[in-house]
């Protein structure tokens, strides 16, 4: 059983910046890669940022540039940070881990999610 705790959401304005975390814990033997997702009211969930656990990270084009995805193998946590806000750049944000557990099982596991507004 793998849990993600996510943090870091809230109200920010035009402009601001703000990091988002997410710390998985419980029977992970390697982790393949970690994500960030978003969902805006009415709009399909979209993958934002994605990073493996060798470092190589991707982006999608409207964030990029603006915010950076980063890692600490060491606490299975990853981070999310998110400058430059726009107001469309509101939305619950998820983070997403592809595992094996010990018995070399492949899984994945999404976080509750944690919201995001961007507003003056």
């Known amino acids: 059983q793998v849990q993600l705790v996510e943090s870091g959401g809230g109200l920010v304005q035009p402009g601001g910046s703000r990091r988002l975390s997410c710390a998985a814990s419980?029977?992970?033997?390697?982790?393949?890669?970690m994500a960030w997702y978003r969902q805006a009211p009415g709009r399909l969930r979209e993958l934002v940022a994605i990073i493996t656990s060798s470092g190589t990270s991707n982006y999608a084009a409207s964030v990029k540039g603006r915010f950076t995805i980063s890692e600490d193998n060491a606490k299975n946590t990853v981070y999310l940070q998110m400058n430059s806000l726009k107001p469309e750049d509101t939305a619950v944000y998820y983070c997403?881990?592809?595992?094996?557990?010990?018995?070399?099982?492949?899984?994945?596991?999404w976080g509750q999610g944690t919201q995001v507004t961007v507003s003056s």
């Open positions: 997403r881990v592809v595992y094996s557990d010990f018995s070399y099982v492949d899984n994945e596991e």
């Open positions: 419980g029977t992970i033997f390697s982790i393949y890669h």
